[in-house]
């Protein structure tokens, strides 16, 4: 049986505009639409040369989800038969996950692209955050305390956010109050074993990124890394169960014996900002709490970012 | 003393439409005058706030020109008084330099400039080789065998070339034959001691990277890596004077928070072009020797790249 899933987060992965919704069933699959025009057969070519490429090592890999080939199924909007791609269902198979998904690059055009793209992303990159930071965050939800309450931003809010307000998006992603309570600042309880730790997402960024130094095989213009954990794990003590993975691929480029340095430099920028939240608790009482004095020293306790 | 320096590679640097060159002392410092409109106190501003910034380490700081302060000299075209920033003089000071200048960056544009500017860089980048490998030759001059045979290709020429070009032009920099010889291919034969070595051009870069990779200060907007050595004393068999030296601050925006994404992803796409030269001898002869094959053999074994 195929659903439509719940937890989307980007904008294009959604069903708008008249074009169906992925799918999902619940053995654990996730059905994407092929897209129109050649983004799809561009996307199932980066996947088939990904799968099969040998030189791509495991713990790599697994930052990529899982490709099972193409599918021709029922569209969700009811439009008939259409190919759909077959990965690995990343997040709707969680009950409660908190998502952020991360267009990395200051660029998300491409010197193959056609002239009117290129012009289109050259503008949004510049009235977003990807210019200034090498990244923006295209889709967040993040679970408050209580698992039914989601705090899910618009995501024109959050594309273009100036660094202070990434890093505090970024504490909020990691902390036990909720998100939207503008009384209450992020206490940065999960840091420590959500970004941090030799398997929590700060350990895969850093994986991801001496990959990039070397490969030059792809270029991954336009694509989007989405971090995925459960706080309901956190708040019963289990083990993180974070989880990086990287997404659309309909703008892969060959590289050409070329590094991808327009990811690569994004990439490091997302690292340096998860860096900091690990390495600077005192950061957090001294800019982000700095409305309430007599919170403050609550605060700095909760605050468990001991690093790495 | 002064006078105009002989070794000046870069296009901007020279005296042209009128404007002053450089000068230089006996004393290795190097007179530079500042350019007009706002571009000349920017990069006063930088010097003088980079020089006294006491959180630069010092295996850094030593990648950046030595800055003496600014002094109102007579300027080199005989138009009077004109102020010159005073820096340490990284290559006239040496007989017969080999030197490489790359602007690193895949855009040498940056949010503060105005939109002219903007446009003009965007143009630029994208016929120049910056869009696709992160960085551009803007001038070079080899030595050959022979002191007195120098290679310097016009600036035009080595702005756009492809990855493979770049490759090529980076074995003839570290080459003992001459460069501009068509009938002979580079031979690598400083490699090790040029670019390898604990402290040679490769670990220079690699000091630099960590550096950008943290510092979120500055943004060197259209700076240049300035690689320089002494063929002459790799044929005497003498220790490597090999040196990185970061010019050309005229652009520089503040960092706020920031790192400098795009220095430091065409920075790694340098530094991946000369790893590979260190770690790949093989590619000696199979692509680039592959004109001459009774010569593959001799060439092959002179590629002494035996890595770091």
Redesign the interface.
Known sequence: MLKVPDHQVAGHRQARDGKPSPLIDDAGRFYKPLQDDDRGSKEVAFYSSFSSNTRVPDHVRRLFPVFHGTQLIEASDGSGLRPHLVLEDVVSSRSHPSVMDIKIG??TWY?EASEDYIQRC?KKD?ETSS????FRISGLQIYGNEESRLWKPENKLVQNLS??DVKVVLKKFVSSNFPDDPNSDPDCSFAASVYGGSTGILAQLLELKAWF??Q?TYHLNSCSVLMVYEKEKMLKGERSDAEVKLIDFAHVTEG????D??F???L??V??FISEILTSPDECTTKVCLQDSDKNTNDSENCTTEGM
């Open positions: 200051s660029r010197p050259f510049r210019l200034s930071l090498g660094a202070a130094e070397d030059t050409k014996g070329i590094i340095h327009n690569l430099g994004g490091c920028s690292i340096k």
